[in-house]
Every structure is written in structure tokens, then in C-alpha cells.
Nanobody, 120 residues
């Protein structure tokens, strides 16, 4: 199983970016997909996640500015980030909680990080 993330970059404060994450490989079912971030000198934190039935969860710091969505047919999750702030600068990591086969346990998988830099 691989998670391929894309969409990071440099943006001015107040701008927008859209991150994408696609899971590929041997996948039986995906329970949830989400985004975490890690800023320099800080611990990795949850940004947002979405379950297979569309339930969402957001960090308080991004509520109302970020929106997570998912295309189950494409095994892809999106994170629309609006009204970006310098404090949003971090490496963003895609996460998927899934079963690779019917008999496999549910596991966490991680994509490579994508850097989001918000300039003031």
C-alpha cells in the first residue's frame, strides 16, 4: 500500500491550497483517511480526518477554514485549505486506516510529507 500526497507549496497568508492523497496497492477497505501536520520543533498533530461514511473531525485551529473530502471510488482524500495563516506552515502527512485484505488487521499507513509554507 502506498499513499501519494500532492498539492503543497508556498502561499501568502490568506491564500488557499488543496492537498490530495491517493491510496494505491492492495486495498480491501479504507476505514478513514486524514491529514496530520508537523511544524518545526512541534509534535505531529491531527488536522482533519474523514471516515468511509463521511464523518469528519477537525482540529480546533483549522475549523471553518479547512475542509476535508473523499472520493471513495478513487481512494483519494482532499484537504481544501482556505484563509491560510503563517501558523499553518508545516509538513503535512496523509494517513489512511485500512485493511489490505479481508483477513488483515486494520493498520495505519502514511504518505510522504508535503510541505506547506505560508508567508506573512
Amino acid at each position: 500500500v502506498q499513499l501519494q500526497a500532492s498539492g503543497g507549496g508556498l502561499v501568502q497568508a490568506g491564500g488557499s491550497l488543496r492537498l490530495s492523497c491517493t491510496a494505491s496497492g492492495r486495498i480491501f477497505s479504507i476505514n478513514a483517511m486524514g491529514w496530520y501536520r508537523q511544524a518545526p520543533g512541534k509534535q505531529r498533530e491531527l488536522v482533519a480526518d474523514i471516515t468511509n461514511d463521511g464523518g469528519t473531525n477537525y482540529a480546533d485551529s483549522v475549523m471553518g477554514r479547512f475542509a476535508i473530502s473523499r472520493d471513495n471510488a478513487k481512494n483519494t482524500a482532499y484537504l481544501q485549505m482556505n484563509s491560510l495563516k503563517p501558523d499553518d506552515t508545516a509538513v503535512y502527512y496523509c494517513n489512511a486506516v485500512l485493511k489490505s485484505t479481508y483477513y488483515s488487521p486494520v493498520r495505519d499507513y502514511w504518505g510522504q510529507g508535503t510541505l506547506v509554507t505560508v508567508s506573512s
